[in-house]
Nanobody
């Protein structure tokens, strides 16, 4: 059973940067499609970035050019480098995993979330 633990959230001023990490324990990491999601107060959870098993990342339009998602299979860790942060990026950020073999990569395992707050 895979478990995910996020870290790296915090408070930052607008225009600043943060890097989130998510480390997996348990099963084989390389078969999982990984993703970063966020949920702001009063809003639905949205996908921020998806990282395929080959390491290719895709992004929601609102973060393109500012966020970079990556994975290190040897460390069973994914990252979300967030630059030029805006107050509207404030949310709880979650990482998620979905098996590319049994579930077409759809997320089935979630981390506990880490708070990112961007002050104006």
């Amino acid at each position: 059973q895979v478990q995910l633990v996020e870290s790296g959230g915090g408070l930052v001023q607008a225009g600043g940067s943060l890097t989130l990490s998510c480390t997996a324990s348990g099963s084989v990491f390389s078969i999982f499609v990984m993703g970063w999601y966020r949920q702001a107060p009063g809003k639905q959870r949205e996908s921020v970035a998806t990282i395929s098993i080959s390491g290719r990342a895709t992004y929601v339009d609102s973060v393109k050019g500012r966020f970079t998602a990556s994975r290190d299979n040897a460390k069973k860790t994914i990252y979300l480098q967030m630059n030029s942060l805006k107050p509207e990026d404030t949310a709880v950020y979650y990482c998620a995993a979905g098996s590319a073999i049994t579930n077409s990569g759809a997320p089935t395992i979630w981390g506990q979330g880490t708070q990112v707050t961007v002050s104006s």
